[in-house]
């Protein structure tokens, strides 16, 4: 059994920039000390990965936006265009998400009063040969994944450091119920990997914009991400997990100095 005590490594996020960048830090007893995902030698291909997106963006279209570095380029570039006589209406993935549509003037809606999609736009922590995804470093991963699962058609921008042979370097975010969290995380543990709690840099439990918590598992390989899923989803208490199989339509990759796309 897993004791609460006992959960000593946690993950501290901290918003680096107004584009959504974070600072991931493991505390352990080991020498990991920062992981950041928001370098500036990155900016550029994150900011050709987000614009070139915006190209697919159509008059009339009602369009899921996703979150994190990558999308605030994107919405940036969105914003432009809607000045500039397009119509659109947007659904945000998150809070933050929701500040910059505002911040950039893209008209918002929600699912009230839309049941589809025409495309949704979002970035990943990592993206394999496959086009399997990783998501939910930024937290936003349930409500990303509701928005890509309503879409007709799901593309993902990232910039080129977040390409993989294989998922699992990141550690994996699993969005959990508050209630009995411990009890959750000991579930996981039998999965053969130890959760982490999500800190914010206060050293609180950092909780998502559902209210909920995220432990952070650090599989190292994930050779079969459907079946993790799956197994990973059936317990109690796990309200998803930010792996995202079979979802991605289209990827787009940002390089420094251009953009290269791949679909089927």
Aim: charged share 25%; aromatic share 6%.
């Amino acid at each position: 059994m897993l004791l609460q005590d006992q959960v000593v490594s946690t993950y501290h996020v901290t918003k680096l920039d107004e584009r959504g960048g974070i600072e991931l830090t493991q505390l352990t007893n080991d020498l990991y000390a920062k992981e950041r995902f928001n370098m500036k030698d990155q900016d550029n291909a994150k900011k050709n990965a987000g614009e070139a997106s915006v190209s697919l963006i159509e008059n009339g279209m009602t369009v899921g936006l996703g979150t994190g570095s990558t999308v605030y380029w994107m919405m940036r570039k969105l914003g432009e265009r809607v000045a500039n006589g397009l119509e659109v209406q947007g659904i945000p993935s998150s809070r933050q998400t929701e500040a910059w549509a505002n911040e950039f003037g893209v008209p918002l809606t929600d699912f009230s009063q839309v049941k589809e999609l025409d495309l949704a736009i979002d970035g990943a922590d990592e993206v394999d040969q496959q086009w399997q995804l990783i998501k939910g470093g930024g937290g936003a991963l349930v409500r990303e994944k509701i928005i890509a699962a309503a879409a007709r058609k799901f593309v993902v921008i990232v910039d080129d450091s977040k390409t993989v042979t294989q998922l699992g370097a990141f550690p994996l975010p699993v969005e959990i119920l508050p209630f009995g969290w411990e009890m959750t995380t000991a579930r996981i543990v039998e999965l053969g990997v130890t959760p982490v709690i999500r800190r914010n840099d206060a050293n609180d439990i950092f909780v998502s914009d559902n209210s909920n918590y995220i432990v952070d598992c650090r599989f190292g390989s994930i050779t079969d991400p459907k079946t993790l899923h799956q197994q990973l989803k059936q317990l109690t208490g796990v309200v998803d997990t930010g792996l995202f199989v079979d979802m991605s339509d289209k990827v787009i990759i940002g390089h420094p100095d251009r953009t290269e796309t791949l679909s089927e």
